[in-house]
């Protein structure tokens, strides 16, 4: 029951709080100097504030009220204009310590624009600390020449006090920018992140597809004069290709134009159609469309994993079937999947004479295009990742892709 009433005395601070923070730096800015305004004017608040001339007190009078109201109604612009708030607020309180009028809660008006210059005064920072100090020097010589008690010692003990004002609002302003540059950099290394992992998506899909469709587009001519009856088949699966070609390039194209909470959810829908191990016989029915002979194997049963193992394991087979296509056409490819104890084992090795071409290694420092970019992909999962040629002849390429049982 305690703890409950407890919650329930929380959350009734924090409403308010809240409705605090929501409000414009105007709105604010203006309550702020209302209450300073209306503090200055509460009995048993007249006399706290500062105080530097200890100069015989004076009653108070009609423009002893202007000067009252002069340190504290401008501090409402603290934010937007704190050097001109600064100005009017500092010669408000040295003309209420020339004049020995008695000490006022108004006179936290200058403490506050003083704050208030230093975090917010984007330019002539240097400026006005020249002219602040000229200032106050002027101000210390005319308090001495009416007969003001205070000592050297005293004027710099109170300038040393203002200061530390100015240097807490420059503290915070540094931070603020620190924060700033931060979460600039933070979101640049995100954009740039994304482009590269855009880029490498592209780069599968596009040359995968376009090989594909090169392939079948060249056997359909061949078979123009030595197989008319079967050219249509070839074209088929062209027009077929092409059609999956346009779906994945539309959906990336959704995914770079889409900017803040529509980015999210085109991010989310991206995992959801991502391609995953299910669809790897699809895939290498369509490789076989092309024309090249392919072998295909799963061994172990296959456990549910997140969409980025499902996506990086997808995208190894594709682009390795890619490559057999384009280094090793019509040579005999193999394509095995083994599911261990948290590792998804993947191999895919071409026949090939000794000479064969292979394809370029990976670059770890490559620019994420194709083996290259697999291998990144793959070591951000903490996985291993090779590919060249074999001693026997033709190429392969393994990979080995952690993930924790039971992942989603």
Known sequence: MATARASAGLQSLRAPYHWWRQQKSVVQDAVLALTLTGLAFVPNLAHVGGQIGDLPQRPQNAPA???????????????RRPAGTLAVVAIAFAAH??????TTFASLGLYLALYSAGAHEPRHRRDVVVVLSAGYAVLALTLHRLGSPQRL????????????FWLVGRTVRKHRIQEADRRRLVAEVATATERARIARELHDVVTHHVTAMVIQADAAQFLLTSAP??????LTSVSDTGRRALTDLRHLLGVLEATGESARAQQTTEHDRSPTLGQMGDLVDQTRRSGQP?????RGERPPQSAEVELAAYRVVQEALTNAVKYAAGHQTHVQLRYTEGHIEISVTTDGPPEAPAPDQPRPGGGGRGLGGLHARVI???GHFGAGPRPEGGFEVRATIPFQTGQV
């Open 294 to 298: 392919i072998t295909f194997t799963e």
């Open 380 to 382: 951000m999962l903490d």
């Open 65 to 79: 009220l202007v000067l009252v109201l002069a340190q504290t109604l401008p501090t409402a612009a603290r934010r």
């Open 229 to 234: 009856e079967r050219a249509g088949e070839s």
């Open 97 to 102: 310590q020339a004049a020995g009028l008695p």
């Open 153 to 164: 010692m005293d004027y710099l003990a109170f300038y040393l006090f203002l200061a530390a």
